[in-house]
């Protein structure tokens, strides 16, 4: 059964403050791993797809990293409006490739 | 473009009645994923369909829960008798014709039902 495990479950930093956020998985194959924001009463929001080590992918203050255990999402400089529970989420190979498995989440809140 | 249309937003039942969930996709997806997601864990993978096909169903409970995603109209979630573990937020997402099977693109999600059984 594919695992996914995030951590930590909740950061808190100061304005500025760069951190990363780790995502470690266990799948059978691995077509694609995804990231997303969720914010309070809404649904996730897309931010990457990887899907092969090595890869490296960047969205404003946010890259997002991958090795073949696991993914990194690093946050630069990161600001109030960053503050999100971030997911991360696997994709299998195989028949049942559109099953996404999600992990539980980092909830990260940004102090100005 | 409208996104991922849910409703209700918030749907309160009593224990025994029926919930009805609505799920209207982007315009022009044809994919549409129903995810679940409790208290404290991650979004859990419930039931994919095409219109007027259910293509996998594994993720739902086999007693009371069921879905179809007719030829015109919304994709329906509907719970009979629910009960207080039926409580949780109830997600839509969507995504184009051709990338059902295979979805390296991102998918689109609704904002959720959140369900409440008293």
């Known amino acids: 059964e594919d695992q996914v495990t995030q951590s930590p479950e909740a950061l808190r930093l100061q304005e500025g403050e760069s951190s990363s956020l780790n995502c470690s998985y266990t799948?059978?194959?691995?077509?694609?791993l995804f990231w997303y924001r969720q914010d309070p009463g809404k649904g996730p929001e897309f931010l990457f797809t990887?899907?092969?080590a090595g890869e490296e992918k960047e969205k404003e203050r946010l890259k997002a990293t991958l090795t073949k255990k696991e993914s990194f999402l690093h946050i630069t400089a990161p600001k109030p409006e960053d503050s999100s529970t971030y997911l991360c989420a696997v994709q299998p190979i195989g028949g049942s490739n559109y099953k996404l498995t999600f992990g539980k989440g980092t909830l990260l809140t940004v102090n100005p | 473009n409208a996104g991922v249309m849910q409703n209700p937003r918030h749907l309160v039942r009593r224990r025994g009645q029926e919930a009805r969930l609505r799920c209207s996709p982007m315009k022009g997806h044809s994919h549409v994923y129903w995810y679940r997601q409790l208290p404290e864990e991650g979004l859990k993978f419930m039931v994919y369909l095409q219109k007027e096909n259910i293509i996998d169903e594994s993720g739902m409970p086999k007693e009371r829960f069921s879905a179809e995603f007719p030829k015109e109209g919304p994709s329906i979630l509907r719970i009979q008798q629910v009960v207080r573990g039926d409580s949780a937020a109830y997600f839509c997402?969507?995504?184009?014709?051709?990338?059902?099977?295979?979805?390296?693109?991102?998918?689109?999600f609704g904002s959720g039902t959140q369900l409440s059984v008293l």
């Open positions: 799948v059978s194959g691995l077509r694609g």
């Open positions: 990887l899907y092969s």
């Open positions: 997402a969507s995504s184009p014709p051709g990338q059902g099977a295979s979805i390296n693109e991102k998918l689109f």
